[in-house]
């Protein structure tokens, strides 16, 4: 994840490969809720790791779930079976609202039914979505519930501690016109309720119910339906057919008459299925669907293929693939699969009823963009009270490529740009607004696109751009590089490091493929000056970065690679001009997405001449031998200044005077010297240099 404070992503070109999504965020809610309230356990398979999940998973646990994970990846939830182990507690849910509004009913009739008290709260933006609809409904029943802040938002109080008698006999009436999450919070609450056998289970049951035999409630089974029935027309109809399949997972079975009422039959029961797969998410997959339909296809690729989810998937925005075939995308599929590929070009404009694809819809908004007139998306009311206003979001951000944009109550129209411009997308703490303005990277100016706060993407899918950028290229000199070269000990590879980290880049520490090189010719008792033999190990070192260690042919070479000695070996070793030779392809393969940082002596002069940015640092002799004697004593390797000063002396001569690829400033390098200035001046010099040289300079 990019955990920084700006990503900016390259203009690019084309795309192809394969994407194995993370698993659907509404899916894994529900399901680690339903497990919660089963009898037995269940392993649930690819469940979504991402904020919203974790929120659930630290309220479930908080609860007295236990929750474990299995060695074949799985996480096993130990179902409480209708019991509540734990009778108070203050859960924070984050943003999250497929945790905030299910837990809100089942706590509510948990604590009405056993006498209890919670208490839930969010981040501030939860404490503005409103859940007052639902709030009424619960009321209805006989439920306390309290809202400690505004009226009709979190944070909330459910029960009082004690047992209430709840109204059931009379249909729940919920409105369905603000938010399905609503009806869904019920429809996963209400079952709960629906028979009158107490659970005697206890808590934390672990085992699974013996094949064949009914789970033991205790008692006959008997109680009462439940109907629910929801008042205005019933929005995101799709999240409400998610719910009732995982529903029938669990073994209840909701009758639905139209949209209107819905039956929850008496004497059902939560029981677990055992183990329940989740599908990748169908949100997340819009964005690779767009991509496959804007981006001109690698050479010797078929397009996007995506994995986890397809044409069988039981989430209602697979059908955003209706819509980008609407504007021209050509896609085919599988039950669990889908290939996409660029068809009509530019995307054909379009005027759709969004609201079956609220969350997906934004995606075509980004689209719109690239479309051959004015598209039109209506019926998207319910844009407003997501993570932020969406409607008003989509709109300022559109405008920064050019987009003319119209904006209503529940509509968005979107002229794309007649002259294409770019600017610093801000995101407004949502992940669909980071994902889906990336796809305008790929636009004809070649323009980059400066995504702010790039981490927002946790919410749903934490590996977002680094998924992105492997199906993505684009040309080498499209790919920002920074080079930063000088002698030794000036702090290249710590200054190099750190504003790779800042900027989300690519590190190239070239000294470590001479040194690398050095301790290969050592152990196969290569001679230093023996230049074919030394470029023959060169050109394939079996080198491998992982985990912050180095590893040569598997044996780990971390702490060797960094002895002074072995800077040494290589700065002869690197004298010669076949052992560079050797190495340059090599480096060059480190130029990938999103940018690079390179360090080294030639970074700037030879390997990438075309760098926008290079940085010739420098710091006094005796600075620098200090600070490798500093270095070394903190490793608690012996040291002498002296003799640092004259080694380090004699390889910048040698590194400086040798005939192939000196160390020297490029003639367009900036000089920095730090001799005076501290590791974090020397980074914010470099971080304004580079801003100033991108096109978000005026932003
Ligand atoms: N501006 C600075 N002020 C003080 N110490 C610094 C500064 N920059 C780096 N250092 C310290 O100097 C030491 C050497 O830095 P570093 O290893 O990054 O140098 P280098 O140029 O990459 O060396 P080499 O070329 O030998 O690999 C480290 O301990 C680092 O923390
Ligand atoms: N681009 C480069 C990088 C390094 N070298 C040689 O390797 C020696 C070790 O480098 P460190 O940065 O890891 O200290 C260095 O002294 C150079 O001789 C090089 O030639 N070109």
Known sequence: ??????LDVPPLHSAGGTVRLPGSKSISNR?????????????????????????????????????????????????????????????FLGNAGTAMRPLTAALALLASVHGGAFELSGIARMHERPIGDLVDA?????????????DGYPPLRLGNGTPQTLALDQPIRVRGDVSSQFLTALLLALPLVATNRAPTLGTGVSSQPPEGTVPSWGGPATGRDIVIEVVGELISRPYIEITLNLLERFSVSVRRDGWQRFTIPAGCRYTSPGRIPVEGDASSASYFIALGALASPTPGSDGITIEGVGLSSIQGDIRFVEAARLMGADISGEANRLHIRRGAWPLKAIDLDCNHIPDAAMTLAVMALFADGPSTLRNIASWRVKETD?????????????????EGADFIRITPPSSWTTGSIHTYDDHRVAMCFSLAAFNPAGLPVRIEDPKCVAKTFPDYFETLFEVCQTPAQAIPVICIDGPTASG?????????QRLGYQLLDSGALYRATALAAQDAGVDLDDEPGLARLAAQLPLAFRDHKVFLGGRDITDPLRLESTGGMASRVSQHLAVRSALHALQLSFRR????????????????????????LTASAEQRAQRRHKQLISKGIAAN??????????RDHRDSSRAHAPLKPAEDALLLDNSELGIEQSVQQVLNWWQGKTVFSET
């Open 593 to 616: 997405l999103p940018g690079l940082v390179a360090d080294g002596r030639d970074m700037g002069t030879v390997i990438f001449p075309d760098a926008p940015l290079k940085v010739y």
């Open 31 to 91: 399901v680690l809720l339903l497990a919660a309230l089963s009898v037995g356990y269940t392993d649930i398979a690819d469940l979504l790791d991402s904020d919203d999940t974790r929120v659930m998973l630290a309220a479930l646990a908080q609860l007295g779930c236990r929750i474990e994970p299995q060695a074949d990846g799985a996480l096993r939830v130990h179902g409480l079976g209708g019991a509540l182990p734990v009778k108070q507690a203050q859960l």
């Open 492 to 500: 290249k590879g710590t200054l190099a490091s750190e504003v790779a």
């Open 1 to 6: 994840m990019y955990a920084i404070d700006h």
């Open 390 to 406: 969406r409607i008003a979001a989509m709109a300022t951000e559109c405008r920064k490529f050019g987009a003319l944009v119209e």
């Open 641 to 650: 200044i002296d003799s640092l000063l004259a080694d380090l002396k004699m």
């Open 138 to 150: 619960l009321r209805q029943l006989g439920c306390p519930v309290d809202c400690l802040g505004q």
